[in-house]
């Protein structure tokens, strides 16, 4: 009988934990929200997270969206954040605008903002009174122009007809990923940019996508993906129709199963980033923000870290 009245105690006072009773003292006084963790890019800026907190001493909760397209449940789970007393918040949005007004409603509460990957539509935050102490991510042009460039490279002085596969409309990684690489394949000699088509960051998606176009366009000579997951659907249709070798394709990100294409040589490349250093670095910026107990102004210019990409090949 005790072990039963113990057991269903321990369970309440775990379930009040969890609800952020009023009084009850959190462990950690940070948070992270991240897009999703069903993309393996997104798994090792969760470790790169923890990594840096265990070599900080310091404690935080990671949290995520069930999916790249859910973005009601990314605001309910930031909402669920402003009860917690977390002093200092980490977001990486769906969209530029999903997460502005309740990410307003932390700044309001004295919460220490720190935005990555996704930038926010800094134009509507300001618009609500609030700002984010920095903004943290790769060059997506710059990663976009990259992939394009090995591209060029890759097709030579003959050059040939290429596609883009873009990531979800409207979310900004993927549309200045897009932008850097039509920018560089419309400046180069004897590249003809076929056209450019979203896949949502899907891998079945761009598999269907890239069919497509290498229907349409029989003698298509590359890809490039904007993220890994759409090129190893664009890989694997290049795959089907018996033309590995002879397409070139090209993804971003550097995801594990990526590289092991790439060392088979079934995928051409990838432009790799380092999520492991953007969630440690945005973790440092938030712990460095609420020590020095001043938040940001609302006019005031975020600080803008940007973490380099590097190309990888079989070489």
Do not use: H
Request: charge should be neutral; aromatic fraction near 6%; proline fraction near 3%.
């Amino acid at each position: 009988m005790k072990t039963l009245v113990k057991s269903i105690l321990t369970a309440m006072l775990l379930s009040l934990s969890m609800l952020g009773v009023p009084g009850q003292v959190r462990a950690a006084e940070y948070a992270v929200l991240l897009k999703t963790l069903a993309n393996p890019f997104w798994q090792t800026m969760k470790e790169g997270v923890e990594a840096e907190a265990k070599k900080s001493g310091v404690e935080v909760d990671i949290f995520a969206s069930p999916s790249e397209s859910d973005v009601q449940a990314q605001l309910t789970l930031f909402e669920d954040l402003l009860n917690k007393n977390y002093k200092g918040i980490a977001f990486a949005p769906l969209s530029p605008v999903n997460l502005v007004q309740v990410a307003a409603k932390a700044y309001k509460k004295g919460i220490f903002l720190v935005n990555l990957d996704e930038k926010i539509d800094m134009n509507s935050l300001k618009q609500a009174g609030a700002n984010v102490e920095a903004f943290i991510t790769t060059d997506n042009v710059a990663v976009g122009k990259k992939g394009a460039d090995f591209v060029i490279g890759q097709l030579g002085e003959k050059g040939g007809k290429v596609a883009i596969i873009e990531g979800r409309a409207g979310v900004a990684s993927g549309e200045a990923r897009k932008t850097g690489a039509t920018e560089a394949f419309k400046a180069a000699k004897n590249i003809e940019l076929v056209g450019s088509q979203p896949a949502d960051w899907d891998r079945l998606r761009a598999l269907d996508v890239a069919t497509n176009f290498l229907q349409r366009t029989p003698d298509l000579a590359a890809f490039y993906c904007c993220n890994d997951t759409m090129a190893l659907g664009a890989m694997q249709a290049v795959q089907n129709l018996g033309k590995t070798g002879k397409v070139v394709v090209v993804g971003t990100d550097g995801i594990p199963e990526a590289i092991q294409m790439i060392q088979a040589g079934r995928l051409t490349a990838t432009v790799a980033q380092d999520p492991a250093k953007v969630g440690a670095t945005r973790l440092d910026l938030l712990v460095d923000a609420v020590k020095s107990g001043k938040q940001i102004g609302s006019d005031a210019e975020p600080k803008f870290v940007p973490i380099d990409s590097i190309l990888v090949t079989k070489k």
